[in-house]
């Protein structure tokens, strides 16, 4: 992976930016979300640091997924009524694709995101009504209103804690895979994926890449 080396904008420290579509990062110093415009970042909202409820995941997490290596670059963290959820940016050796790992109370499902013309419009989607799209049949079983809990590492999409996030979840049929429509403030996102299990995931190094200033 290429590495970009930033100031950041509220602290001065050093932040390093592995992901080249990354389009927003969050300080591990101080927590600042910046926005990556024009090569620089720039400040955009506020402070915000995310509690760690335990998972196996973490920011710069190593190891292998699905016998792949990877690392943890990025995570999200989103609130419905039913809770939250948690996304993790997944950088995997020699692979240019977009991957995520979802994670919503135990359960997993890797994600990669889809590029497409169009998407189809959050009012039109429904639970049950099956659509035709990209070429393939897609049964809604899930559609949802969420917002941004918040974040940390490297995001190849803008947001800000607070904004909305709804979704429309499903599966493609007779494939054994599902998807996800992610309706975010500046873009619209069409994920596919499968279920994984934690043993898909083996971790080497969960450490902390900011550790060391603390120290
Ligand atoms: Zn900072």
């Known amino acids: ?17 592995k992901y080249r579509f990354s389009k927003m990062a969050v ?3 101080c927590n600042q979300t910046s926005f990556v415009e024009n090569g620089q970042l720039k400040l955009a ?10 998972s196996k995941l973490s920011l710069a997490a190593k190891g292998t997924l699905i016998g792949l ?19 993790w940016l997944v950088g995997m050796d020699g692979q240019s694709d977009e991957f995520w790992i979802h994670e919503d109370e135990g359960d997993l499902i890797l994600y990669t995101k889809m590029e497409t013309e169009t998407i ?8 049950g009504t099956p659509i035709e799209f990209a070429g393939k049949r897609l049964f809604p079983t899930e559609k949802n209103k969420a917002q941004i809990l918040g974040g940390e590492g490297e995001l190849p999409y803008r947001v800000l804690p607070g904004q909305q996030a709804d979704f429309v979840d499903g599966i493609f049929y007779g494939e054994g895979t599902v998807f996800s429509f992610k309706f975010l403030p500046e873009e619209t996102q069409f994920y596919r994926g499968q279920f994984i299990k934690w043993d898909e995931i083996v971790i ?12």
Not at 45 to 54: I, M, Q, R, S
Not at 120 to 127: A, F, G, M, V
Request: charge should be negative; include cysteine; proline fraction near 4%.
């Open 45 to 54: 909202g506020d402070k915000n640091e995310l509690a760690n409820y335990g």
């Open 204 to 215: 080497e190094k969960a450490d902390n890449p900011y550790s060391e200033q603390f120290k």
């Open 1 to 17: 992976m290429e590495k970009q080396t930033f100031a950041c904008p509220s602290c001065g420290g050093t932040l390093e930016l």
């Open 27 to 29: 300080c591990g110093y």
């Open 120 to 127: 189809p419009d959050y009012q039109q989607l429904k639970i």
């Open 69 to 87: 290596k990877f690392m943890i670059i990025g995570h999200v963290r989103f609130e419905y009524f039913g809770g939250f959820w948690d996304e």
